[in-house]
């Protein structure tokens, strides 16, 4: 925006980078103590406290003179959104039946995608300003909203598992009631997921402790990791990127106008918002898994196609066919991802966590998502400042690496319970692959020992075979031995008894 760099001037690669991402560590450090926070004080409390954190960071972005008052007010703002951000869908989650919780949940997700074409338009529109109001609009805008959230808080009704994980389950009845949930359903989900330790069953001492640990326990950490590697590979396919820089990707595809190319991101998050609406209301129809092996497909497809257009120096900024294929396959691209990964991927991540780790272990997948995003938009202006095609090829290859891990590691989780939704990783695929392993690896070390034990008796044996077959021949060489032994006797007195009558004669 020309009155931004009116204001602070223009910026290398590398500063751009650290300016647009600098909102985005401090939001991976504080949300690793967002899930410990959302069960200490409620889901509520924590989304009221990050909406306000980040209602004043916007408010100082809005004010700043200088970069060392606007990176502050930004490191700020992302505090807050590291609070509140993951605990939304958490909640969400929590307070939404098993047959509606796909689409309820996907909503965040379609508010969102409805947020990335308005604020294009807000800045396509307060572009025209000619002051530091043209830039400072916006974020005014974003610090009334933030402020509007928190204090829409106190008036909703509190998530129903919390209260009852934490020794409320007086105040969880009228919850329900105002949720409209059943409390039978409720009550039967509990009792299949069998008993659950309550956090208020554990020392004092060691409650600011244990979530942490407790996540990467035996029976959690599954869970946990997957939802840590998906949250991070959704950055890696390289959607923020495109949202971040399309006016450069657009440039850099022959719109040379910087109007023409900021309409084209405007455009884009249209797309975006308008092919997340169905996504969000068949979510339970299609199933994650499905849609997630079906999207890395097609993300791959078109970022290895983009890639390959560069690399072979096809595209050319004003002529040819190829900049077009270009820019419809990023639409191509931007439609896929909203369609798939962008609902599912959040609200799997959240999902699969057990009851006692859920607020954890999603904070921690949004942190990673945090300092991938982070990682994305530091490179990716230096890699099409350097490489017209690396960027791509780099996106490509690891969405084909995630589609890989989704294909052996992700169960099916559409229309399952809370609190059974981590019994299906016994029957994931990757789990009939290690017990087949690990049946396999068994099978041949108790084939081993049997080996082993059974070599000293055949040895036994067979010694005393020998030993046996040795006396055997003795005796029958002793047997027969004994008959020539009598016929040489025989013979000798014959011819002795001859030998005197020969003698008497005579």
């Not at 925006?1 to 909102?23: K, Y």
């Not at 919390?162 to 009845?173: E, N, R, T, Y």
């Not at 497909?297 to 050319?316: D, N, P, Q």
Request: glycine letters at 8%; one cysteine or more.
């Amino acid at each position: 925006m020309p009155a931004f760099a009116e204001s602070f001037g223009t910026f290398s690669p590398t500063i751009h980078g650290l300016i647009v991402s600098s909102i985005l560590l401090p939001a991976a450090f504080t949300s690793f103590f967002a899930g410990h926070l959302a069960d200490k004080v409620g889901r509520l409390k924590a989304i009221m406290t990050g909406a306000a954190i980040f209602g004043v960071g916007a408010a100082l972005e809005a004010g700043a003179v200088s970069l060392g008052m606007f990176i502050p007010g930004r490191a700020l703002a992302g505090v807050g959104e590291g609070f509140f951000l993951s605990t939304v869908v958490v909640y969400i989650c929590e307070i939404c039946p098993p047959e509606r919780r796909g689409p309820v949940a996907s909503l965040v997700q379609l508010l969102t995608t409805l947020g990335i074409p308005t604020g294009y338009f807000i800045c396509y529109g307060s572009v025209r300003i000619q002051s530091s109001y043209a830039w400072r609009f916006p974020f005014m805008l974003q610090a009334v909203l933030a402020v509007a959230l928190a204090c829409t808080c106190p008036f909703l009704p509190s998530s129903p598992r919390w209260l009852i994980d934490h020794g409320h389950p007086s105040q969880a009845g009228p919850a329900m009631d105002r949720l409209q949930l059943s409390l039978k359903q409720f009550q039967e989900e509990l009792e299949s997921a069998g008993p659950t330790r309550s956090v208020m069953d554990e020392p004092e001492s060691q409650q600011s402790i244990k979530p942490l640990l407790r996540v990467f326990a035996q029976e959690n950490r599954k869970q946990a990791f997957l939802g840590m590697f998906l949250m991070g590979a959704m950055q890696f396919s390289g959607i923020d990127a495109v949202l971040y820089y399309a006016p450069t990707v657009f440039q850099q595809a022959g719109l040379s106008s910087t109007k023409s190319s900021f309409l084209a991101s405007g455009v884009t998050g249209i797309v975006i918002f308008v092919s997340t609406v169905p996504a969000c209301f068949l979510s339970d129809k299609w199933g994650r898994r499905t849609s997630s092996l079906w999207g890395a497909a097609t993300l791959a497809f078109c970022m290895i196609l983009i890639g390959s257009l560069y690399a072979s120096g096809s595209v050319h900024g004003n002529r040819g066919a190829a900049r077009w294929v270009v820019i419809v396959t990023i639409y191509l691209f931007t439609i896929s991802y909203s369609v798939t990964w962008s609902v599912g991927f959040k609200l799997y991540a959240s999902e699969i966590q057990p009851p006692q780790t859920r607020a954890t272990a999603s904070s921690l997948a949004q942190s990673a998502n945090w300092v991938c995003n982070f990682i994305v938009a530091l490179i990716t202006p230096i890699f099409l400042a350097c490489s017209s095609f690396g960027v791509y090829y780099l996106f490509g290859f690891s969405i084909v690496f995630t589609g890989l891990v989704c294909l052996v590691y992700m169960p099916e989780s559409r229309s399952k319970s809370l609190q059974t939704i981590h019994r299906e990783f016994d029957q994931s695929l990757h789990a009939k692959i290690i017990g087949a392993v690990r049946r396999r690896r068994t099978q041949w070390t108790e084939k081993k020992e049997k080996k082993k034990n059974e070599a000293p008796t055949k040895r036994l044996e067979s010694s005393d075979g020998e030993v046996s077959k040795s006396s055997c021949e003795e005796k029958e060489k002793k047997t027969s031995e004994a008959p020539a032994k009598c016929l040489e006797s025989s013979d000798s007195e014959v011819s002795e008894s001859s030998g005197q009558e020969k003698a008497g004669s005579v």
